[in-house]
């Protein structure tokens, strides 16, 4: 039964989502963050988004959920998507953690019964279920941090894009998020994830996609990743230099 | 629908929202008069025995008799209440009103310090006066507002051949305010001025200043009444307005006038037989 | 000195003599002012909020001509008003020269500007930081607008407090377009400036003493709807 907070809007049907990104290119002014990007991730698994700093991860992001449109090229989904995105900064409405959920439900049309169902049923994923009526912008940043991954599952997403979403927590709140973030993925969300945390992602991921200067330089599964990946980019950064 | 409708129709709506924040459909007539009817308390006196007698209310401007007669002129009046006969004259003459009746009459007096500091009062005289406080350079503190009272002390400053070169004048001020703001600040800074006496005779905040000039033929005050010409503004409402001078010059309102006090004191005087 | 505190003693006692005339005034102040201030917040507010979400051309001097706005001369708008509703101005067929509709009018171009102008720099900041989260969402524009609107509730109140007063303590523009009518369109700050003019001090000190204390009734009944939401604005 618990398992069914995890479960995708479109459960019955089974294939998982597919990102692809062809030839997405974005530019502020004149300086091009994203050049040319492209990649197809691999379904049914845990994804990660890698790279240095400036290398437009977040960006990445961005223009998948559909906040940013790209200059040039397209992302393409095998499906309709419902996605469930946690930004870098967690921003909460001015309001109380029941209607910050009770918020995000409603725009995706849940009923009024279901979405008091399911809230009181997702919360007992944390420690404040009992605080429903407390304002959400109150809370201690690891459990805001907490409560964007439920709300990011509230809508029952099958698409998860998450933007480092355990910086700054310590390891109770990062392995509580960790767990969420595996349970969903067996019950056929698919996850997209960046991280600088390379434990985590020794911990978490399937496959890296990994980004330099706006460009993938490398696309490979973890064990690759970790111990004899053909980009130097990635020795590089694994081994904690300065990209070039 | 003609477009001509649907724009009537339009305004028609707008009219009554507006209405909803207007007054209620009561019949009224617009005066636009002059400050000392209603700082006296005349109007309000007046205002109160007329609607025993008649329906219609009474909406009193008071402003100077220059900006009365210019609100006249854009047809924000029904009746022009005002004390300058040149202007009123010229104001019927001009098309704008259809006839001058004068009412009721007071006169013009001059208010200054007590202990007389220029020391006009053994003369008793309006024109010596000016001259000796133009000569003397006391203080002396004139309306400077184009209103009755400030024409009238234009045309007593030419009688007496003064010239006044305002700009230079270090005793010369123009206030440019109502009669009360005048009293105010020639009180305050022990001036003499030109006043009406029904304003002074009401006036709270006299101080240390008295009348030092009264009591003469040359200082009359007359207070005329002029109903709109409706040739010029058709929306004038000449037949309610009629009916209030008609009222006003009736034996009942003579004596109104008359029995008007202001501490005691009548301010205004009916005028018979005068036009 | 003791001219000063017999007035003041005076003016106390007038105070506490309230008459009905007096009650009429400060009724026709409060209805005026309430009454601009109920239309510049129904037509200021979306403006301020449409403005904060929409990006549109001129935006920036749409929101500078709006801050010049604020500083209007109350002279000014009552004689551009007196001017165009006069009988003979192009809007004098609507009669409202000399009546309370008119007042509120002037109010209201006033103190839309203040409106506009303070609950847009509250909105923008609110949009600012809901902006990325609205658009992951997929919200409409017109759910935006109410979303910054309901979650600025508690802050726009102060905003609105500040177009209250400048609409109570205004005289300069409704003295030229009321015309100070007693009974009809005098209200209490055009009571003040002709009790001054007459010379009754003590009146005057007495009616402006009641402005203040109606003045500092708002701001405490504003005070504490803040004071005791505080836990439910959730900010």
Known sequence: ??????????????????????????????????????????????????????AGKTLCLKILSGILKPDKGKVIFNKRVRIGYVPQKVIFLRRS????LAFTMKVFKFQKNEIKKRIS??????????????????????????????????????LLLLDEPCSNLDPHYTSI????????????????????????????ADEIIFLNKGRVADHSEKGIFFKNSKSKSVRNYISGKLLK | ????????????????????????????????????????????????????????????????????????????????????????????????????????????????PKNDPAGIKIKKNIKEALKIIYNSKHPFVSRGDKSGTHLKEQELWALVGIKIEKKKSDWYFESGSGMGSSLNFAVNIGAYILSDRSTWISFGNKKNHTIIVENEPLLVNNYGIIPINPKNCPTTKSSEAEKFIYWLKSKEGRSLINNFRVNGQQVFFSSQGVN | MSDFSEILTNSIRLIFSFNTEL???????????????????????????????????????????????????????????????????????????????????????????????????????IYFEYEEMLKSLRVSFRDSILIILWDARYCLLTTVLAGLGRAMSEVGAIIIVGGNIAYYTRVMTTTIALETSKGNLELALALGTILILISISLNFIVFMVKHFTKNLSYD
């Open chain 1, 1 to 54: 039964m618990i398992n069914d907070i995890y479960k995708p809007f479109d459960n019955q049907n089974s294939n998982p989502v597919e990102i692809t990104a062809n030839n997405i290119s974005f530019r502020y002014g004149k300086k091009v963050i994203i050049d040319r990007l492209s990649f197809k991730t691999t379904e049914n698994k845990i994804s990660f988004l890698m790279g240095p700093n400036g």
């Open chain 1, 97 to 100: 953690i029941y209607e910050n």
């Open chain 1, 121 to 158: 049923n997702i919360i007992k994923l944390t420690d404040f279920e009992n605080k429903l009526s407390m304002s959400a912008r109150k809370l201690s940043i690891g459990k805001q941090q907490l409560l964007a991954i439920i709300r990011s599952l509230v809508i029952k997403p099958n």
């Open chain 1, 177 to 204: 998020i960790e767990a969420i973030i595996k349970k969903a993925s067996r019950q056929g969300v698919k996850v997209l994830f960046v991280t600088h945390d390379l434990l985590q992602t020794k911990r978490l």
């Open chain 2, 1 to 112: 629908m003609t477009k001509y409708n649907y724009i009537m129709k339009k305004i028609i709506f707008l009219k009554f929202c507006f209405f909803f924040f207007s007054l209620t459909a009561q019949e009224f007539i617009t005066i636009q008069s002059t400050t000392s009817l209603r700082d006296s308390g005349f109007y309000n006196y007046i205002q109160d025995k007329y609607q025993e007698e008649s329906s219609t209310k009474l909406k009193l401007v008071a402003v100077g008799t220059g900006q009365a007669i210019e609100n006249a002129k854009k047809c924000d009046a029904d009746l022009l209440f005002v004390h300058h006969e040149q202007s009123e004259m010229k104001f019927v003459k001009n098309g704008y009103g259809l006839y001058r009746k004068v009412i009721m009459h007071n006169d013009f007096i001059l208010v200054g």
């Open chain 3, 23 to 125: 009650s009429d005034i400060v009724f026709l102040s409060l209805k005026v002012s309430l009454s601009a201030l109920l239309i510049s917040c129904l037509i200021g507010l979306p403006i301020a909020a449409y403005s904060s979400v929409k990006a549109f051309f001129g935006k920036k001097f749409f929101i500078l001509l709006v801050n010049s706005l604020m500083g209007l001369p109350p002279v000014f708008v009552g004689l551009v008003l007196y001017i165009v509703f006069s009988k003979s101005g192009p809007l004098g067929f609507f009669e409202i020269l000399y009546t309370p509709t008119v007042m509120v009018l002037a109010q209201i171009i006033l103190i839309l500007p203040i409106i506009i102008s303070i609950s847009f720099e509250t909105l923008e900041s």
